[in-house]
């Protein structure tokens, strides 16, 4: 591309007046110039979605070190770092984005977003206040349940995960989330539907088909729940939902269903084995 636009702005040199040879020379640099945009823009997408998120911290460091001005670039800084799982850097690297000229109200959310990665949920919590609430999207409002849920504030909780299920296209995530939420409340039923939901809308979702079991199993429910699973996946739902057999009291059937684990797996299942031989009593504490 470089060398066909070079090409051209040469020819069509080759036909100007001498006295435009400084004007020429501009054009071939700001021709330049627009390609190497181009160019850094496609760098910095491939950095943030395909590349190793710890190479992309590097580059996007030396990138904000040469040119500190750029939101951009502080930006690039801030999500790589989060695709890092460097929480406590990236809250560093979201401060300062919010704290620039040009900051949006979605780099805000992103900034209480890496709060609560971080455990900080009251400063995320008082981060979200401050966007105006005219500002809704599906991130925001999955944040806003979040912390709801971290207050024990149900009725507030349920509100924004409805609303940030209306928002999505991909609701499978915020759908486990809230079954997780009912979960935690003793609420098996609505828990059980919300999970349910959730593995309609993407069936390889596995944490999702592993809270149904414990939905289920805290019914003393303890047949699987007719989903689509891998045999590894069978094996490991059977297990789950032995482990909660045993939790309410029901050994016996614990027992068997740790066993149909165990025959189940298409490998060694350790974790069932060993469970099954501590309520057999062969290993001793």
Same mark, same amino acid.
């Given at each position: 591309?470089?060398?066909?636009?070079? $090409?051209?702005?040469?020819?069509?040199?080759?036909?100007?007046?001498?006295?435009?040879?400084?004007?020429? $020379?501009?054009?071939?640099?700001?021709? @330049?110039?627009?390609?190497?945009?181009?160019? /850094?823009?496609?760098?910095?997408?491939?950095?943030?979605?395909?590349?190793?998120?710890?190479?992309?911290?590097?580059? @996007?460091?030396?990138?904000? !070190?040469? &040119?500190?001005?750029?939101?951009?670039?502080?930006?690039?800084?801030? &999500?790589?770092?989060?695709?890092? +799982? =460097?929480?406590?850097?990236?809250? #560093?690297?979201?401060?300062?984005?919010?704290?620039?000229?040009?900051?949006?109200?979605?780099?805000?959310?992103?900034?209480?977003?890496?709060?609560?990665?971080?455990?900080?949920?009251?400063?995320?919590?008082?981060? *979200?206040?401050?966007?105006?609430?005219?500002?809704?999207?599906?991130? =925001?409002?999955?944040? /806003?349940?979040?912390?709801?849920?971290?207050?024990?504030?149900? +009725?507030?909780?349920? #509100?924004?995960?409805?609303?940030?299920?209306? %928002?999505?296209?991909?609701?499978?995530?915020?759908?486990?989330?809230?079954?997780?939420?009912?979960? $935690?409340?003793?609420?098996?039923? !609505?828990?059980?539907?919300?999970?349910?939901?959730?593995?309609?809308?993407?069936?390889? *979702?596995?944490?999702? &088909?592993?809270?149904?079991?414990?939905?289920?199993? !805290?019914?003393? +429910?303890?047949?699987?729940?007719?989903?689509?699973? #891998?045999? /590894?996946?069978?094996?490991? *739902?059977?297990?789950? *939902?032995?482990?909660?057999?045993?939790?309410?009291?029901?050994? /016996?059937?614990?027992?068997?269903?740790? =066993?149909?684990?165990?025959?189940?797996?298409?490998?060694?299942?350790?974790?069932?084995?060993?469970?099954?031989?501590? %309520?057999?009593?062969?290993?001793?504490?």
């Amino acid at each position: 591309m470089r060398h066909s636009i070079l $090409t051209a702005l040469c020819a069509a040199g080759a036909l100007t007046l001498a006295g435009c040879e400084d004007s020429g $020379t501009q054009d071939v640099d700001r021709a @330049f110039q627009s390609v190497n945009v181009v160019d /850094e823009s496609n760098l910095n997408d491939v950095m943030l979605n395909v590349a190793d998120p710890n190479e992309a911290v590097s580059y @996007f460091q030396r990138a904000t !070190a040469e &040119k500190p001005d750029r939101i951009d670039l502080q930006r690039g800084l801030a &999500k790589s770092l989060i695709r890092a +799982k =460097r929480n406590t850097e990236a809250v #560093s690297a979201w401060k300062k984005v919010v704290d620039s000229e040009g900051a949006t109200n979605e780099d805000r959310v992103d900034y209480a977003d890496a709060l609560i990665r971080s455990n900080e949920w009251k400063r995320a919590d008082e981060v *979200l206040d401050a966007i105006p609430p005219t500002f809704e999207t599906f991130k =925001r409002y999955r944040l /806003e349940a979040m912390i709801a849920d971290s207050n024990k504030d149900w +009725k507030k909780a349920d #509100s924004f995960y409805e609303t940030a299920v209306g %928002l999505t296209t991909r609701p499978a995530g915020v759908m486990n989330n809230w079954g997780y939420s009912k979960l $935690t409340r003793g609420d098996f039923e !609505a828990a059980e539907r919300l999970f349910s939901d959730a593995i309609r809308q993407d069936d390889a *979702l596995f944490t999702a &088909k592993n809270n149904l079991v414990l939905a289920r199993g !805290a019914q003393k +429910k303890y047949a699987l729940p007719v989903i689509p699973m #891998s045999q /590894e996946e069978r094996a490991q *739902l059977l297990y789950t *939902l032995g482990l909660s057999a045993v939790k309410q009291g029901d050994t /016996e059937i614990g027992k068997g269903l740790l =066993r149909d684990a165990i025959d189940t797996h298409p490998q060694h299942f350790e974790a069932a084995v060993r469970s099954l031989r501590a %309520l057999e009593g062969n290993v001793t504490n």
